[in-house]
């Protein structure tokens, strides 16, 4: 079983009042939608049903003066879907966002990682047989 991840991280997201949201999901929708050419197959990717793929790149469309994501339908082409200019931008200025805020709070986290409790897994406790 591979090694758990327990570095601290912090999550970017920001709120577009009064009930949008932009964070590391839609972004990483976003960049599987350009890599597989595909909603349907970015969801599944993401282990998320077409439909709540489709909800979330409506949103993310509906969210800016520009589209994100333009798909096709199917037909002899087999439909598809890709990022627009905005949509390869959108990504880059994120995951911009994500380095700066992580470069900001560093020390911060450092001092956290200090701080924190053992992390390592707790151990099962021994069974004992009925009697």
């Known amino acids: 079983m591979p090694k758990a991840d327990n570095t601290l991280r912090p999550v970017l997201r920001i709120d577009f009042p009064p009930e949008d949201r932009l964070g590391r999901g839609k972004i990483m929708l976003l960049e599987l939608i350009r890599e597989t050419g595909s909603i349907s197959a970015a969801g599944r990717a993401m282990d998320m049903s077409y439909r709540r793929a489709w909800l979330l790149v ?20 087999g439909g598809g879907a890709a990022l627009t200019e ?3 931008a959108l990504i880059e200025r994120f995951r911009g966002m994500e380095t700066k805020a992580r470069a900001a709070i560093a020390d911060d986290l450092d001092w956290l990682e200090a701080a924190r409790a053992d992390v390592t897994p707790p151990q099962p406790l021994p069974t004992r047989g009925r009697g």
């Open 58 to 77: 409506d949103a993310l469309n509906r969210m800016f003066q520009e589209a994100a994501v333009e798909s096709q339908r199917g037909g002899r082409q």
């Open 86 to 88: 905005f949509g390869e």
